[in-house]
């Protein structure tokens, strides 16, 4: 059934949209706004099915219908539904352009060719330069007849308030409130041994390069997954120079945005286990901590760790995922960070 997959990890989204479908009440835009950026993109795919499924229910859509299945297509990224358009960041400036705003606000004005609506998915609308943005307030106050608009975000407040104002604004959870992804293992008992290590350099670099390991793994994913999507070699011998250049341009934009979402997760995922620490130290229960599995050792640790360590700690990990965020030298931040959680003073710069 439509929306199952996100109900474990978002049932009060889940309720709203299952909800105003089932009332025939969907606004005619939405503002998903959280740092669940996967899973806003995943109601985002189970929305755009609930309005186009050939067998839809209260529910949402069947997941079996040529709509649904062309809807959920792995490749392109966004599915193959001809009435569901996807924007996404692809200058290399990492800013969605009004070129792409305008080409969505064409389609948006045409029949549906396949289902009942068309459908515009707006990932990282905060990306959206202020050009765009101002072009694309006519088509959020006079939507056309049989549209939706999603804009999704992890950032609502850059968004301008025009904007923000004419969307009916949909609040996700924490990404990480599910299961701890089994890749990020090594990392999360990397980072105890850390914590435990009573200020080891040698503990502090191990983790560093197990991270560094990691996140380099994650982006070469991330190239090969784009390039073999993107299919460049078929039209390199015939394809315009410019037209060329402009699609790598795009592809570079999509690895860079893949790739700090997943960089982003996983910097969260430290982030857990040091909130676990902080829950332990406060007497908290254990159905409470997210890395159950490794009560044993978080109580250990916050037997031997202050409340204000703790803190300080947490503090540490806000401070890389900002600079992360603001395109400080990756590689320095994680080093400076690193040896911040071991309880070492940071090298003078």
Known sequence: MSFKPLAATQPAVVAVLQRSLANNRLAHAYLFAGDAL????????ELAKAVNCELPTKQGGCDRCDSCRKIDAATPPGGQHPDVQWLRPE??????????TRELEKSLHLKPTMGRMKVGVIVEADRINQNAANSFLKTLEEPPDRSLLLLLTAAPGQLLETVRSRCQRVQFGAAAAREPEAAHAPL??????????GGSVLKAYKLFDTIRGFLDAEKKQVEEQVEQTAQLDRYR???????????EE??????EAEYRRRRKATVVTLEWLL?????????????????????DALRKLAAAQTRERALANLETIETLQDQLERNVNEALALEVALLRLSGLTTPAA
């Open 38 to 45: 996967e899973d806003m993109e995943l109601a985002a795919r």
């Open 91 to 100: 200058s290399k400036s990492r800013v969605i352009v009004i070129d792409q």
């Open 188 to 197: 999360v008992d990397g980072l105890l041994a850390l914590l435990g290590g």
């Open 237 to 247: 011998q015939v394809a315009d120079s410019k037209w060329l250049e402009k699609k």
């Open 250 to 255: 795009e592809m570079k934009a999509q690895v």
């Open 275 to 295: 909130r676990d620490a902080l829950v332990c130290i406060e007497g908290g229960d254990a159905a409470l901590l997210f890395n159950r599995e490794r009560g």
